[in-house]
């Protein structure tokens, strides 16, 4: 069965702590994985779209990064406002969406 | 400005009621969701369409009905035949097969 699985659910970090979110994937056929950041009570925002084992992306303080089993989204002297849930989903050979449960991210000052 | 606009942002309903949420999207995106957020859980797939006049359920239709007469437009009625739909309602577009896109979300409330 295709799943995909956040950790941790919650991580909190000393602002300047930098560290990195894991998305593991079980998928027939990946056709994309993609991140996204999520405010309370806000819509997710399209973050990365990765689509390749090695392939990088960046922005700003955010690198996301892809192998043949998992992502890593890592965060680099993150500061308050990067605080959010970041979303991992993974389409299939199919073309569907499987969506992860997510990491809340807390950065204190 | 481009992009997917949801209406209203608050709604509550009472028991026996049917409501409906509004989602209107001007990026000329073909497919269009329907998803239900609960908390500590993941995005649940309610209803999605790829093309006008059609749409497919996703994995919690039941208690839910869509309607796609237009490209920008993908109302979602919840039925009073839907038990516990005290959630966040989130619609999303999305060219064909590409990344999708997400509006502000509507939260609906039993009273």
């Known amino acids: 069965e295709d799943q995909v699985t956040q950790s941790p659910e919650a991580l909190r970090l000393q602002e300047g702590e930098s560290s990195s979110l894991n998305c593991s994937y079980t998928?027939?056929?990946?056709?994309?994985l993609f991140w996204y950041r999520q405010d309370p009570g806000k819509g997710p925002e399209f973050l990365f779209t990765?689509?390749?084992?090695?392939e990088e992306k960046e922005k700003e303080r955010l690198k996301a990064t892809l192998t043949k089993k998992e992502s890593f989204l890592h965060i680099t002297a993150p500061k308050p406002e990067d605080s959010a849930t970041y979303l991992c989903?993974?389409?299939?050979?199919?073309?569907?969406?499987?969506w992860g449960a997510g990491t809340k991210l807390i950065i204190k000052p | 400005d481009g992009g997917i606009t949801q209406s209203p942002k608050y709604l509550f309903r009472k028991e026996g009621q049917n409501v409906t949420l509004s989602c209107e999207q001007n990026?000329?995106?073909?497919?269009m969701y329907w998803y239900r957020q609960d908390p500590g859980q993941g995005l649940r797939l309610i209803y999605y369409?790829?093309?006008?006049?059609?749409?497919q359920k996703g994995d919690i239709a039941e208690g839910y009905s869509v309607s796609r007469e237009k490209k920008e437009s993908f109302p979602l009625t919840v039925t009073s035949a839907q038990k516990n739909p005290t959630a966040f309602y989130l619609c999303?577009?999305?060219?064909?097969?590409?990344?999708?896109?997400f509006g502000e979300g509507s939260w609906l409330t039993v009273v």
């Open positions: 999303a577009s999305s060219p064909e097969r590409n990344t999708i896109y």
């Open positions: 990026l000329n995106h073909d497919a």
């Open positions: 369409s790829q093309i006008v006049n059609d749409f």
């Open positions: 998928v027939s056929g990946l056709r994309g």
């Open positions: 990765l689509y390749s084992a090695g």
């Open positions: 989903a993974v389409r299939d050979s199919n073309y569907q969406l499987i």
